[in-house]
């Protein structure tokens, strides 16, 4: 399954991810590929409660 994901950097530093499907997932984190990891993460845990 394909989502589209905003991905922009935060003004306080690091970076800022969110699904707009999916509202509520929203992550931050020190670099891109922290922020990647963790909204993987938070869809796979996001698909299996709905």
Same mark, same amino acid.
């Given at each position: 399954?394909?989502?589209?994901?905003?991905? %922009?950097?935060? /003004? !306080?530093?690091?970076?800022? +991810?969110?699904?707009?499907?999916?509202?509520?997932?929203?992550?931050?984190? %020190?670099?891109? /590929? !922290?922020?990647?990891?963790? +909204?993987?993460?938070?869809?796979?845990?996001?698909?299996?409660?709905?």
């Amino acid at each position: 399954m394909l989502f589209n994901v905003v991905l %922009e950097k935060a /003004e !306080e530093g690091g970076y800022v +991810i969110y699904l707009p499907t999916l509202p509520g997932c929203i992550f931050q984190g %020190e670099s891109r /590929e !922290e922020v990647l990891e963790n +909204i993987k993460e938070a869809v796979e845990v996001y698909i299996d409660i709905f």
